[in-house]
């Protein structure tokens, strides 16, 4: 029992002493933080394209720090669709495209651009049909006479606009300056925005692989404590089982089964977790079954499903908590190694596991950063479940002050 004064409910003294530990307290901060970062992923990451997979391969493997000027481009295609919901939470697909420049100039009926080189020797001058850079144009559909532009749209709708104030437009809105704060991987892809919805991929397989670990877990776990006999033995003896195959290539077997994919790496990750939680719950289920409390509802004609419900279950709580949440970076160590493997979240997902994968030989070439900043992402977010997890068990023990 806890010892407390008169009126302070115990979840207030668990809150108190957790927050007297500051690595636990930054380890539950950083959690939050990340937590909202998934969420909002395709709001505030730089690249809001599904998957952040816009590509600029002139560019590829710059610098954290490198910025450029970029010509905006549209897509000779329809708009794609505004559906604001579904932009903050699969992204939206870009109507443009964007080429990097080192210079513009025009030359009517043309902007003639040299486009961005690391190399001088290889430097390339272009040309773009002024209206092309701006609306979406069927092909032969622009003609020019006397300053004075028609042009047909992918839609057959026809524009006609002044030539000098299209130059204006393309000068003030088509040629943007652009940074990448992380720099970019061998695609030429924002590093910065796989990171941060790489984020929402570790969230979502903790998440989901402790749900499915806990579900499985508390279930064989309180029936094998609860009625004993028979069920706790062919319980404990799959238990055994699973607990002897050791846990990666018992993942990599469950996913080579279902299949590579986003959804499969939730489910092995999962079912190969819950052993521990049914453990657990077993042992304190046999403890707690013993009470008085438990006898008592017995005596009064209380059924199973009562007394487990509403007398043991809650106080199996405190062991569960702190189990998921070393469960929950195990899981996201998982999801890293069997996307490192390749056979976890499949491209162009962005995985952390994944961008390590694909970087990790950059480190011989001087571009560690591309493998470096997905590691330390998922070293931090494991450093703070665990951090998180021991504070919860100091804070959770009755038996201390």
């Not at 941060?196 to 998440?207: C, D, E, K």
């Not at 609860?226 to 195959?245: C, E, H, L, P």
């Not at 069997?338 to 962005?350: A, E, R, T």
């Not at 994968?357 to 997905?374: C, M, Q, R, S, T």
């Amino acid at each position: 029992m806890f010892n407390r004064k008169k009126g302070v409910s115990p979840g207030r003294i668990i809150w108190s002493r957790f927050r007297r530990n500051p690595l636990s307290l930054s380890g539950m901060v950083i959690i939050c933080i990340a937590f909202l970062v998934s969420l909002f992923a395709y709001v505030i990451s730089p690249d809001h394209s599904p998957n952040a997979n816009t590509q600029i391969l002139e560019i590829a493997t710059e610098r954290p720090g490198f910025s450029a000027d970029f010509l905006r481009v549209r897509y000779n295609r329809p708009a794609a669709g505004r559906d604001w919901l579904g932009g903050i939470f699969r992204g939206r697909e870009n109507d443009y495209y964007f080429i990097p420049v080192d210079s513009v100039r025009v030359d009517q009926p043309y902007l003639v651009y040299r486009e961005y080189s690391k190399f001088r020797e290889d430097e390339f001058i272009s040309r773009l049909l002024i209206p092309d850079i701006i609306y979406p144009i069927r092909p032969g559909g622009c003609s020019y006479h006397d300053g004075i532009w028609e042009v047909e749209l992918v839609s057959g709708k026809v524009i006609r606009g002044d030539g000098e104030e299209m130059i204006n437009r393309v000068m003030e809105k088509h040629l943007v300056k652009k940074r990448f704060w992380l720099g970019t991987d061998r695609f030429g892809r924002d590093l910065l925005s796989r990171i941060i919805i790489g984020t929402r991929i570790s969230f979502s397989v903790g998440f989901i692989a402790v749900f499915i670990s806990l579900l499985v877990g508390v279930v064989l776990g309180g029936i094998a404590g609860f009625y004993r006999g028979i069920a706790d033995k062919v319980i404990m003896w799959f238990v055994n089982v699973v607990w002897s195959i050791p846990t990666l290539l018992m993942v990599i077997s469950i996913t080579l089964v279902l299949g590579k994919g986003y959804w499969q790496v939730f489910v092995a990750v999962g079912m190969t977790m819950w052993v521990e939680v049914a453990r657990v719950v077993r042992g304190q289920v046999i403890s707690i079954r013993e009470n008085e409390y438990v006898e008592a509802a017995r005596a009064i004609g209380a059924g199973p499903a009562t007394i487990i419900s509403r007398h043991i279950l809650p106080n199996v709580v405190a062991p569960v908590v702190i189990i998921s949440a070393a469960n929950f970076a195990t899981a996201i160590l998982m999801e890293a190694g069997l996307s490192f493997l390749g056979i976890g979240v499949q491209p162009p997902v962005p995985s952390w596991g994944g961008m390590i994968k694909d970087h990790y030989g950059f480190i011989i070439v001087n571009k560690g950063f591309l493998a470096f900043i997905p590691g330390i992402a998922i070293m931090m977010m494991v450093l703070a479940f665990t951090m998180v997890g021991n504070g919860l068990r100091d804070a959770l023990d009755t038996r201390s002050v």
